[in-house]
């Protein structure tokens, strides 16, 4: 729907206009009462996710990712010194290779886990920081007297009206109202 410039401010649908024939020629609906009813809206998504809201928390996962690059280096150095007592006749090269094996396969299990926990920690951050950014915009909505163009903008995709009153409307942001975890 298209917004008129006339002074009684609505919305109409501007594909119908060379179109008698479709169901929405001459559909209207005022301004005011779109955005009373979208705001309404918005209202009741927020008023039913306010029983389910969970406390945002963050994860230990950057401890656990530290002590991974501790054991990292301290392998690392261990592997070194293994080096360093081959090369200055300590041991021979047999026991040098088989320790150097084990050592290289407890570094390549270290690299791995703390591949995978790196990765485990890059999602927990997103999800905490989607589930930050939903908080804002809900406390912004709950706060609010009316819908306002910048918070319309943020939430709204598109608003479809039809014949029968019924309105749909397309959030931009689909799983905002899904309950937080």
């Not at 001459?26 to 809206?41: A, C, N, P, S, Y």
């Not at 290289?104 to 703390?114: E, F, I, M, N, R």
């Not at 749909?168 to 937080?180: G, T």
């Amino acid at each position: 729907m298209s917004r008129s410039s006339s002074k009684n401010k609505y919305y109409y649908c501007r594909f119908s206009e060379p179109d008698e024939t479709l169901s929405c020629h001459g559909l209207r609906i005022q301004t005011e009462q779109l955005e009373k009813i979208i705001f309404d809206v918005l209202k009741k998504h927020i008023d039913l996710m306010s029983d389910n809201e969970k406390a945002i928390c963050k994860t230990g996962a950057t401890s656990v990712t530290s002590e991974c690059e501790e054991q990292i280096s301290a392998l690392q150095e261990e592997k070194m010194r293994l080096y360093e007592r081959y090369v200055g006749g300590e041991i021979d090269a047999a026991q040098y290779s088989a320790e150097k094996s084990n050592l290289d396969a407890v570094l390549l299990k270290t690299k791995s886990a703390h591949a995978a926990l790196t990765a485990e920690a890059k999602q927990a951050q997103e999800k905490h920081d989607e589930q930050v950014q939903r908080q804002s915009i809900i406390r912004e909505v709950r706060d609010a007297d009316a819908i306002t163009p910048a918070l319309a903008d943020e939430l709204i995709d598109k608003v479809y009206v039809f014949p029968d009153s019924t309105i749909k409307i397309a959030f931009s942001m689909p799983n905002l109202f899904e309950a937080l975890v």
